[in-house]
Nanobody, 125 residues
Framework: QVQLVESGGGLVQAGGSLRLSCAASGRTSSYYTMGWFRQAPGKKREFVGTIKSYGGSTDYANSVKGRFTVSRDNAKNTVFLQMNSLKTEDTAVYYC??????????????????WGQGTQVTVSS
């Protein structure tokens, strides 16, 4: 079992920045691919970004590319989502997820078998 706890969400003005953290515990491994997803009110959950294990390869949704950065501190079992130049359309509940059966980058929810409870990000105009 892997437990994931997100933190760092909140209210920010458009153009501002936030950094989300995702702390993993339990059967953690630096080899897991980690991902960030978000769900806005009335919308399906969507992919935001993903990071592989060692080497730190990343992939991002087009909507956040150039503004968001995923990173990880394997020694602390923590993954981060740095969000800059935030827009009102970034308002959503943000979830981190772990894929313990795949070691490749993935945009697919089905590849992730552990999920955090989510943290709310609200961007005001």
């Amino acid at each position: 079992q892997v437990q994931l706890v997100e933190s760092g969400g909140g209210l920010v003005q458009a153009g501002g920045s936030l950094r989300l953290s995702c702390a993993a515990s339990g059967r953690t491994s630096s080899y897991y691919t980690m991902g960030w997803f978000r769900q806005a009110p009335g919308k399906k959950r969507e992919f935001v970004g993903t990071i592989k294990s060692y080497g730190g390869s990343t992939d991002y949704a087009n909507s956040v590319k150039g503004r968001f950065t995923v990173s990880r501190d394997n020694a602390k079992n923590t993954v981060f989502l740095q969000m800059n130049s935030l827009k009102t359309e970034d308002t959503a509940v943000y979830y981190c997820a772990a894929a313990t059966y795949t070691y490749r980058l993935s945009r697919t929810e089905d590849d992730y078998n552990y999920w955090g409870q989510g943290t709310q990000v609200t961007v005001s105009s």
